[in-house]
């Protein structure tokens, strides 16, 4: 697929048919997200798969602040992706301290490119994906068992898609871009 025909055609995608997504695919889908800048190649981003219909339902019913598009959104998705990042080094000095005034924020600055590689990718490849952003993060986490030492940082909603969204609105390039 040419660069600028992935870049304008992706959308998000909230309604999916039913098939699973084959894990091969899945890894295609990763493996273009490993491509990913990242903080001094620091690569702190992770990808926890879940397809298990009761995890899937109770993410769900229970752990959307009670967002019943998101909750809708989840129910009929063969699957979704929680993106979680490693603490403490995206940003950090070796010895712990920040290294910029940004603080943590270089670790969900790489969580929020991954996850762009990730959603262009998985439409390269046939998928649609749409970023929730709208979740009880500590629930997510308690429900989905995330690792120690790892943080939600989105969650993505992915699968076959079932419809085929018009574009949002999006600015003119003089309203986006200033020189100086
Ligand atoms: C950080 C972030 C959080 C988002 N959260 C949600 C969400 O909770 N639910 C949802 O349906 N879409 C969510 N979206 C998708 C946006 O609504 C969508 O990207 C935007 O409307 C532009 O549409 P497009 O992705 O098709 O270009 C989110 C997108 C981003 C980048």
Same mark, same amino acid.
């Given at each position: ?21 084959? /894990? ?12 990913? #800048? ?8 992770? =990808? ?20 019943? /598009? ?7 998705? #063969? ?5 979680? =990042? ?60 995330? #690792? ?19 574009? #949002? ?12």
């Amino acid at each position: 697929m040419d660069f600028k025909e992935c870049l304008r055609g992706r959308r998000s995608v909230r309604k999916f048919k039913d098939n699973m997504v084959e /894990h091969e695919l899945i890894e295609k889908v990763v493996e273009g997200a490993s491509y990913s #800048p990242s903080w001094k190649n620091s690569q702190i981003v992770r =990808y926890i798969i879940v397809e298990d219909r009761v995890l899937l339902n109770k993410l769900a019913d229970d752990c959307v602040m009670d967002f019943e /598009h998101n909750a809708n959104i989840i129910r009929n998705a #063969p699957a979704v992706v929680l993106v979680t =990042y490693i603490v403490g080094r995206s940003g950090y000095d070796k010895d712990g301290n920040f290294s910029t005034s940004k603080g943590a924020g270089w670790e969900m600055f790489d969580a929020g490119i991954a996850s762009q590689s990730f959603s262009l990718s998985a439409y390269a490849e046939g998928l649609g994906c749409v970023i929730l952003g709208v979740f009880d993060e500590d629930m997510v986490s308690k429900e989905a068992n995330i #690792p120690e030492g790892q943080k939600l940082a989105a969650i993505l909603a992915i699968g076959y898609p079932d419809e085929e969204p018009t574009m #949002p609105k999006r600015k003119s390039v003089e309203e986006l871009v200033s020189f100086r």
